[in-house]
């Protein structure tokens, strides 16, 4: 079995790099966790893992051609930071630690381990580098993390290729179009961002879903429009703004992947116009209209075409992050990994929440929503250089509204 990681970057890959260079791409998934273990136990458990993933064992470095590359480095432990806190410490504050301190691509690793060790129960903290991973992958290498650390062995996976290569698109060959390429520099500028999370309960969370199915929509539908509706009442700058919301989407089960350590995902934006005569459910219905056709081969390869012209074909840095900088300018992201798959009992350990992904998209003003359910609980979370105070709270009364006004039009229609 081949086991090193060695090849070009894909499309969305390498557009991801060239973005981390100018402001930072990393991200990060929290595992609240009842139960501990030492943390000698925790160590082996991650370089288990790591064994497992080769995209935990490489760097991103420019070949003789200056395309950047993943390139396998051995003995590159992944760094684990320990903290012993009190039973309401609030783990969101070593997330923000996490999301400022940016990762350097050209050394590695691309991960960052962070445990938050309780008095009865462990906050398992993941933070990784877009370029070789997604929220999906920080998911199942916290459910890889928790097996073995419970004494599970794990299988070794082969190295994960591009989503170019898996539809059979060429690899980068790029004509020498300027003599000097450009020096790229990671920017060390001090940021900031904010992070709060809210767990909804299991009953709120059922409701939810069951009236959204009765609305003809999804709950990632009316998540997205409590956030554009309370967004919209918190910020009145945005009140009249055409409004673009982007939602990542998954590719692997267009693709038939496994549960490799990648970057296997691409974006949809849809926009919204102030429309005041839509009610919440309207607004949802859009939300999930604007995504249909996403989920397939042929919008995955549509995708990657777009990307791959922007920065396949030659080596003008310059020209690739012009282009790039002009293609991420959304006011919202609603990053939705839907629900834990996997069983959340691990022996002494269990899972009881996941919390993420938490994304600095690097512009500003922008409201990332994460969202996520476990034992049937949504938890949301929102990351911002300039969060909107209270936002979530104010989302979770959009919703509880929503489906109070949806239970009373279905007793009523049931009366007539």
């Not at 966790?33 to 160590?43: A, L």
């Not at 497992?52 to 064992?57: D, F, I, K, M, Y």
């Not at 381990?113 to 009865?120: N, S």
């Not at 910020?235 to 990542?248: A, C, F, G, N, Q």
Request: net charge negative.
């Amino acid at each position: 079995m081949k086991r090193q990681q060695n090849r070009t970057l894909g499309a969305f890959e390498k557009t991801f790099w060239l973005l981390d260079q100018i402001d930072s791409k990393d991200f990060a998934l929290a595992a609240d966790i009842s139960g501990t273990q030492p943390v000698e136990k925790w160590r082996k458990a991650i370089d288990t893992a790591q064994q497992r993933h080769p995209n935990l064992s490489a760097r991103v470095v420019l070949d003789e051609l200056s395309r950047p590359t993943l390139q396998h480095v051995e003995n590159l432990p992944i760094p684990l930071r320990v903290v012993h806190v009190e039973q309401n410490y609030r783990w969101e504050q070593e997330v923000e630690k996490e999301l400022s301190l940016r990762f350097n691509t050209g050394e590695g690793p691309l991960l960052r381990v962070v445990l938050v060790q309780k008095t009865d129960s462990t906050i398992l903290i993941l933070a990784a580098n877009h370029t070789v991973a997604d929220g999906t992958s920080l998911s199942y290498l916290t459910r890889d993390i928790l097996l073995a650390v419970t004494g599970n062995e794990l299988g070794l996976m082969e190295p994960q290729v591009s989503n170019d290569e898996t539809l059979n698109l060429p690899e980068d060959l790029p004509a020498q179009t300027v003599e000097t390429v450009l020096e790229l520099k990671t920017k060390t500028d001090v940021v900031n961002p904010l992070v709060s999370s809210h767990r909804f309960s299991e009953n709120s969370t059922h409701r939810l879903l069951e009236c959204a199915r009765r609305e003809n929509t999804s709950v990632h539908g009316a998540i997205c429009a409590a956030v554009l509706m309370a967004s919209r009442k918190m910020r009145p700058e945005w009140d009249d703004t055409r409004m673009e919301l982007v939602s990542p989407i998954c590719t692997r089960g267009a693709l038939n992947l496994d549960d490799n350590f990648g970057l296997n995902i691409t974006t949809q934006s849809v926009f919204f116009e102030q429309q005041r005569h839509l009610s919440f459910w309207d607004l949802a219905r859009l939300a999930k209209a604007g995504l249909g056709g996403t989920n397939s081969v042929e919008y995955t390869t549509g995708y990657l075409s777009f990307f791959r012209d922007i920065v396949f074909g030659h080596n003008d840095m310059q020209q690739m992050l012009d282009a790039l900088k002009q293609a991420f300018n959304h006011h919202i992201m609603v990053t939705n990994l839907v629900r834990v798959r996997y069983k959340t009992n691990f022996g002494p350990l269990k899972l009881e929440a996941l919390y993420g992904p938490m994304v600095r998209s690097g512009k500003g003003r922008e409201q990332t929503i994460g969202a996520l359910t476990t034992n049937g609980s949504l938890c949301l979370t929102n990351t911002s250089d300039t969060p909107i105070p209270g936002l979530l709270a104010e989302m979770e009364q959009i919703l509880e509204k929503a489906c109070q006004e949806n239970v009373v039009a279905k007793t009523e229609c049931s009366f007539r």
